[in-house]
C-alpha cells in the first residue's frame, strides 16, 4: 500500500524528543526528500496502538518505515521491536532504531535484519547522512524485489 500521493514513503517516528522529530524534518527539506508522509508517536503505548490500529488510530496506515528512539518514557526501542517480531504483517517493516549509545551491546536482544542501528543524529548534517544510507538500503530493497517486502 503507498501511501497519499503515489511512491509517498509512509514514515512513523516513535521520539519523546520534539526537537527530534524536528530536527528530522529540517533534514528532510533540506536533502529535498518531499516524497514523505510523516506519522508521530511520543511513547512506545502510542506507537504500538498507531501499529495495531487500535483506538484512536484505527485509520492508521502501515508505515513503510519505522524511525525508533531506543529510549521512549514508557518502554525501550528493544522491547518495541521484540513486540513488532510477533506480528506477522508488521515484522517485516524496516526499523531503524536511534540510541546514545550502541544498543547491539544488549546480550539478550537478537537483532532483526530489517532492523538498522544509528547512533542519534546531533545535527541538520547527521540526519542528511542518516536519511542517505536508509535512502540507499531502501533503492536496494527495491531494485532486489521490486518494492520492499511486506
Known amino acids: ?25 529540517e533534514a528532510l527539506t533540506v536533502a529535498q526528500i518531499i516524497c514523505v508522509e510523516i506519522h508521530e508517536a511520543e511513547d512506545g503505548e502510542q506507537a504500538l496502538a498507531f501499529l495495531h490500529q487500535e483506538y484512536p488510530h484505527m485509520d492508521a496506515p502501515q508505515p ?12 525501550t526501542g528493544t522491547e518495541i521491536i ?11 517493516i524496516p526499523v531503524a532504531m536511534f540510541s ?11 537483532f532483526p535484519d530489517n532492523c538498522h542501528l ?6 541538520c548534517d547527521e540526519w542528511i547522512y542518516v536519511l542517505r544510507c536508509i535512502e540507499d538500503v531502501w533503492v536496494t530493497l527495491l531494485n532486489m524485489a521490486g518494492r520492499p517486502n511486506r
Open 1 to 25: 500500500m503507498q501511501g497519499a500521493v503515489k511512491g509517498t514513503i509512509k514514515i512513523l517516528t516513535i521520539e519523546d524528543d520534539v526537537s527530534q522529530t524536528e530536527a528530522l524534518k
Open 64 to 75: 513503510d518505515i519505522i524511525f525508533l528512539s531506543n529510549h521512549l518514557p514508557d518502554r
Open 82 to 92: 521484540k513486540d513488532l517480531q510477533r506480528d506477522r504483517r508488521l515484522k517485516t
Open 100 to 110: 546514545e549509545q550502541n544498543p547491539r551491546t544488549s546480550k539478550d536482544m537478537v
Open 118 to 123: 544509528f547512533m542519534r543524529p546531533k545535527s
